[in-house]
């Protein structure tokens, strides 16, 4: 019987084709690496990316609506219901109807979620040093740029 020979490639010999060039691949490797980075730095503090992500957005537009947030972060509605029900398990987060929409739901910080924000909000951003730690400044502009571009921030979303 033959067998295929095992063959040791080191990482830097594995070739990836055409996979290589491809967006959604590379954004995926980029999260992978960003999120481990993130979880080691930041993980001890009791802070997860999309959790302070929506704390953080909430903060700077309050009253903001729980279906226009998880629209513009691009979290599915089930999911951003779980997210926002941590958040106000957590006393971070209010929830409130508003009289001219009953079916929707505004969001508010709560004064121990915006305490929260603001303990942590160096933290957090001085972890974003990280993801302009291999890119020169013109380069990391360049590619938030292209990003934005890419995912329609900025155009009228429909």
Known sequence: MNRPRHI???????????????IGFLLRLAQV???DAFFDALAPEGLRPGEFTLLWVIGL????????LAKIL??????MTKLVQKAVENGHVNRHIPSDDRRSVQLDLTGEGTMFVKQNKL???????????????????????????FIGFGEQND
């Open 74 to 79: 691009k979290i599915k509605p089930a999911h």
């Open 33 to 35: 690496q960003t999120f």
């Open 8 to 22: 040791d490639f080191e990482v830097d010999q594995i070739e990836l084709g055409e996979v290589g060039t491809s």
């Open 123 to 149: 933290k957090f951003l001085d972890f974003m040093t990280f993801e302009k730690s291999s890119l020169t400044k013109d380069e990391f502009h360049q590619f938030v740029t292209l990003l934005q571009k």
């Open 61 to 68: 537009n309050p009253g903001v609506r729980q279906g226009s």
